[in-house]
């Protein structure tokens, strides 16, 4: 099947302009109210629940998560929103965890907060590779995928030129305001992009005959979240190991999705929006990946999964309705590219420039975080286009992060729980990660005959080589005490304490009940499509 002709009226236009000039406006007139570098960063401490699982949530679905979701689900079935209800799982555990020491250290970044808990090395190795993944994962990937949906509108335009106006459309407003600009935009974003979906999955299962003529139609082994062990998608035993630790480095370490977290105005409205994005996630099933399953029965030729998008929208939706929705898709695009490039230039300032320069001044650092962001829109742009050569854009996004995040998991995890993790066990993890991914990767992908091991099941396999270097390490290279790890440790003790805090709390406003009710949720959703 050849891929769709895309073609706009008047009133989509008027919709997709309406909406940019909206949003970059937006922006602009929170931009003029914040200076100092916690009001560009952190966007002054003051973020409330609503508006942090909002922003939470659509910086989280981009381009990549509304072409990969529908393509994989049309590819391989509906096993990719293994990833999706995950998330819940993962933010319950970051609420009750590491939230609370996470907002109390008041870092600006996750590299700093490993810095207090092991040493610079740490902080300066977690950092460059938190930038690098920014750059050539998030944002190259959602600039790439963005500028598949626009390549239909605009196709006597070069890729390049496409995606270089995506990157300056969100790069306008993250460069003049920051966290708040990105935030306040990202809550009006995520409203549109979910009404969006709502769209596109109602005319998708029209045009397929309905919900039932669906499930009848296709293979019940797409149906299936709980796959076997030789799954191409989703294997059973990566969904066990390998996702929770994507999920663990992207949700509870990733800088430009926990720096709206790091926003919060106390813990108590963190931990209320970490549950909201996850409570937001679950429908992602009924509106972003079962469309993909509809599209196997209306367009079973298609020439390749990540069309799958871009065909429902401008087959089956009448006009004005494609431009609602193609602005949503720009939502998602320019929301998930303002949190990178936010994120990014604040790793860059904190992490680098004050530390090199601790007397500069709060204006000097948003200055710089400005320039940092305009010279990763570039990096990002001329990335972009490289996608291309990968066979699908969900392959390229969950195979690179399989090899580089385990290092992470591990000091984050080890050291979250236990006070013997030092500093030197910390260098002996991040040395076994950086050797172990690059020779793993090399002959599981590159080499002539690949290994042919599952990313899921690898990225577990160094997890647990990480685990025993960062052990080892520590216990034959005992260091000096650090002082403050205590502040930084989950303990029953803490548990306790936090208990009786929380009896005083209406019972509705215990995020404990709230994080049980949402795995109930997530429980009996699973079993539905076991």
């Not at 690098?132 to 995928?145: C, E, K, S």
């Not at 797409?222 to 294997?235: A, C, F, Q």
């Not at 105005?265 to 909201?276: D, K, Q, T, V």
Request: charged share 10%.
């Amino acid at each position: 099947m050849q891929d769709p002709v895309a073609s706009l009226g008047t009133v989509d236009l008027a919709l997709i302009a309406a909406y940019a000039l909206g949003i970059i406006a937006l922006g602009l007139v929170v931009s003029r109210r914040r200076a100092s570098a916690e009001d560009y960063f952190l966007a002054s401490r003051a973020s409330s629940w609503p508006v942090i699982g909002l922003s939470l949530l659509a910086s989280n679905i981009s381009s990549t998560t509304l072409i990969g979701l529908s393509g994989a689900a049309y590819a391989i079935g509906i096993s990719v929103y293994n990833y999706e209800w995950m998330a819940t799982v993962v933010l319950a555990f970051f609420c009750v965890f590491f939230l609370p020491f996470l907002l109390r250290s008041q870092v600006y970044t996750l590299p700093e907060f490993l810095e207090r808990r092991y040493d610079r090395r740490a902080r300066v190795y977690f950092s460059a590779l938190t930038i690098f993944l920014n750059i050539v994962v998030d944002t190259a990937g959602t600039l790439y995928g963005g500028a598949i949906m626009l390549k239909l509108i605009l196709p006597q335009w070069p890729l390049w030129q496409i995606v270089g106006v995506l990157a300056l459309s969100a790069g306008v407003y993250t460069v003049a305001g920051g966290l708040k600009a990105v935030i306040y935009t990202e809550t009006v974003q995520a409203v549109i992009l979910l009404g969006a979906s709502v769209f596109v999955t109602w005319f998708a299962f029209d045009k397929a005959g309905g919900w039932d003529a669906v499930m009848a139609a296709v293979d019940p082994g797409r149906l299936s979240l709980i796959r076997p062990l030789d799954d191409p998608g989703v294997p059973w035993l990566g969904l066990v190991l390998g996702v929770p630790l994507l999920g663990f480095y992207f949700w509870c370490t990733n800088q430009f999705m926990v720096q709206r977290v790091l926003s919060a105005r106390n813990a108590h409205h963190g931990r209320w929006g970490a549950l909201f994005a996850g409570l937001l996630k679950l429908p992602v099933l009924y509106v972003m990946v079962l469309p993909g399953t509809a599209a196997i029965v209306l367009y079973p030729g298609l020439s390749r999964p990540d069309m799958v998008y871009p065909t429902l929208v401008f087959d089956l939706l009448p006009a004005g309705l494609v431009g609602l929705v193609v602005a949503g898709f720009f939502a998602a695009i320019m929301s998930s590219i303002a949190s990178t490039f936010n994120s990014a230039a604040t790793l860059v300032t904190m992490d680098f420039v004050r530390v090199l320069r601790p007397g500069t001044d709060s204006a000097a650092l948003v200055r710089s975080g400005r320039i940092t962001t305009l010279v990763f829109m570039v990096l990002a742009v001329a990335w972009a286009p490289q996608i291309e050569r990968f066979a699908s854009l969900w392959q390229y996004l969950q195979a690179v992060l399989a090899y580089a995040v385990p290092p992470v998991c591990a000091l984050f995890l080890v050291g979250m729980f236990w006070k013997g993790a030092n500093a030197r066990g910390a260098l002996a993890a991040i040395v076994t990660g950086l050797v172990g991914g690059g020779v793993l990767f090399w002959w599981n992908v590159l080499a002539p005959v690949p290994l042919g091991l599952h990313f899921l099941l690898a990225a577990p396999i160094l997890f647990a080589l990480c685990t025993v270097a960062l052990v080892a390490g520590s216990l034959m290279l005992p260091s000096q005490a650090k002082s403050g790890v205590d502040e930084l440790l989950w303990t029953p003790a803490f548990f306790r304490d936090e208990s009786s805090a929380l009896a005083t709390l209406p019972w509705w406003q215990n995020y404990r009940l709230q994080a049980a009710a949402l795995l109930l949720l997530t429980a009996s959703i699973v079993w539905t499509f076991r």
